[in-house]
């Protein structure tokens, strides 16, 4: 079988969330994408850095911003294996990334469409082409699995 780049991206993000669960995190793995080429990652760490905007999202953001100079990431897509939250949100707007793929919807937080539709709301001046559920299964149970071993 043959994967698609989104599939291929998001595999990618899956790795650095078992790495995420492998340091006590939450298994949420990200990855930015620019030309087809990764320009930043990040995984899960407001654990591990007592900060609690250490999200995957948040931390592939400003690896990006300062590997390009730039705090605009334009013509990017965001991986990710979890739907992004409010905050998150915020910080995709901001940089004017173009696309955001995820993995599992979050119905409690997602900011995404789940719950709220932050990225593509209309009343801000930069909306995000968003795909959810590439590897929904895999992404939630990995989730599924973390919580079940640390209960």
């Not at 850095?49 to 730039?70: G, K, V």
């Not at 968003?130 to 990995?142: I, K, M, N, P, W």
Request: glycine share 8%; proline share 4%.
């Amino acid at each position: 079988m043959v994967l698609s780049p989104d599939e291929l991206w998001m595999r990618e993000a899956l790795r650095l969330a078992d790495y995420a669960a492998s340091q006590g995190e939450v298994p949420i793995g990200a990855v930015l994408v620019k030309d087809g080429q990764c320009i930043a990652e990040g995984w899960n760490q407001p654990i591990s850095r007592h900060d609690p905007t250490a999200h995957a999202e948040i931390i592939a953001l400003r690896h990006a911003a300062e590997q390009i100079a730039n705090y605009r990431l334009l013509d990017t897509t965001l991986y990710v294996t979890l739907e992004p939250c409010v905050m998150c949100a915020g910080a995709i707007l901001h940089a004017r990334v173009k696309r955001v793929v995820f993995g599992a919807y979050d119905p409690k937080t997602g900011a995404a469409g789940s719950r709220f539709d932050v990225l593509r709301d209309t009343r801000h001046n930069h909306q995000v082409d968003c795909l959810g559920g590439v590897l929904a299964d895999v992404c939630g149970t990995q989730l599924k699995a973390f919580f079940r071993q640390k209960r």
